[in-house]
């Protein structure tokens, strides 16, 4: 079975165009030309890929090929590597990339607990190790959508007080602890002309807060004033 090439591009923090995200057809922002992140091509997503048959193409670059030479060209390995990788493997499951610190920070995030001893569980049950991946995928992804919200939290308050550097390092942080990109993600969102719905809750929850902020100064200044 090969790689979901959809899967991939999203582990190597490319940009997806969200409305594209479930047909069979996925856009992306081109890693290779980057010629759809130039200021004027905001709604452009030139890089197509096909995850049934697990293939790429850039509209504009003409860069093509399969999921392997894909992999290939983003983490600039020889394609014969990725294959022998991939070969050695024998079963791929995305949440089988995730290491260990990854998994300890979602365990975290749910609660606590220890990881399973995973070559065990599948030694002992393939099935049952197979829907535990499921899950942990799953989970790993809300995870992941809940990290990205909260840097966009932290950059539009930078933005908003005017102390950008010092949240954009948060973000930094951050991004280095879960070993994902968050930073550009982000950014590439702030500049879109059409944001998606839930950038619009995070903005409201940060003016929300700037208001509180705000009025609780007003009151005490009102005290010390009285
Ligand atoms: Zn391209």
């Not at 809940?146 to 005017?162: D, P, S």
């Not at 950008?164 to 994902?180: F, G, N, P, S, T």
Request: positive net charge.
């Amino acid at each position: 079975m090969l790689p979901n090439i959809v899967d991939i591009a999203e582990q190597h923090g490319l940009i997806v165009d969200a409305s594209s995200r479930f047909r069979k057809e996925v856009k992306c922002k081109c890693p290779f030309c980057h010629e759809d992140s130039k200021p004027n091509k905001q709604r452009k997503y030139y890089l197509s890929l096909n995850s049934k048959d697990q293939v790429f193409k850039c509209w504009f670059c003409g860069e093509k090929g399969g999921v392997f030479r894909f992999i290939s060209l983003l983490e600039h390995v020889d394609e014969k590597d990725i294959v022998q990788r991939y070969r050695k493997r024998n079963i791929i499951h995305p949440a089988e990339q995730l290491n260990r610190n990854q998994r300890h920070l979602l365990r975290q995030s749910l609660g606590g607990g220890s990881d399973p001893d995973w070559r065990r569980m599948r030694e002992r049950d393939m099935a049952y190790y197979k829907r535990s991946l499921e899950w942990l995928w799953r989970e790993w992804n809300a995870f992941i959508e809940h990290e990205k919200q909260q840097a966009y939290f932290w950059l539009l308050l930078g933005i908003k007080t005017w102390k950008y550097e010092k949240y954009v390092e948060h973000i930094r942080q951050r991004e280095k602890q879960i070993e994902v990109p968050l930073l550009q993600y982000v950014c590439t969102m702030y500049s879109l002309a059409e944001r998606p719905t839930w950038t619009n809750e995070v903005e409201e929850s940060v003016d929300r807060m700037l208001t509180e902020i705000q009025m609780s100064e007003m009151n005490e200044l009102r005290l010390k004033g009285g």
